[in-house]
């Protein structure tokens, strides 16, 4: 599976035999509707984001993202998205997995596997302009 089309990603158990990384695909989080789950990885994840502004939280911290942004977080920190602003596109790679480390998103709680609605709202007077 050279080639990743839209809405499907690639995983331990859909990647050719000779791919080293964990996972790699491509998420949204639409201004209406849009969804997220509050999650961590037995891996470090890579985030680049091609569209769209928003808050996400990442090492405990709430921080401000937008296009072009390449967003790195460690194996086992919580991360999440919390407001979005326009319509966020991005890409996602996690960088493989430590003996019997676990794919995908793995959760702290029941609430956080639930997914939460993610508000859309205004851009705040104190989003970084570039």
């Known amino acids: 599976m050279p080639v990743i089309e839209p ?4 995983n331990p158990d859909s990647r050719p035999d000779w791919a080293e990384i964990a996972t790699i695909g491509r998420f949204a989080i639409a ?3 849009g969804r ?3 999650h961590f990885h037995d891996d470090h994840e890579v985030w680049l ?10 090492e405990g911290a709430e921080r401000y ?3 072009g942004d390449i967003i790195l977080t460690r194996a086992g920190d919580t991360h999440d998205f919390l407001e979005v602003y326009e319509t966020v596109r991005g890409f996602f790679t996690e960088t493989g997995h430590p003996a019997g480390g676990r794919t995908g998103h793995l959760h702290a709680s029941e609430a956080d596997a639930s997914g939460h609605d993610v508000p859309a ?3 705040p007077h104190d989003f970084p302009t570039r």
């Open 36 to 38: 997220f789950d509050r």
């Open 31 to 33: 201004t209406e509707g």
């Open 121 to 123: 709202l205004p851009l």
């Open 7 to 10: 809405g499907s990603w690639l």
């Open 65 to 67: 993202v937008q296009a």
């Open 49 to 58: 984001l091609w569209e769209g502004k928003a808050k996400i939280l990442l």
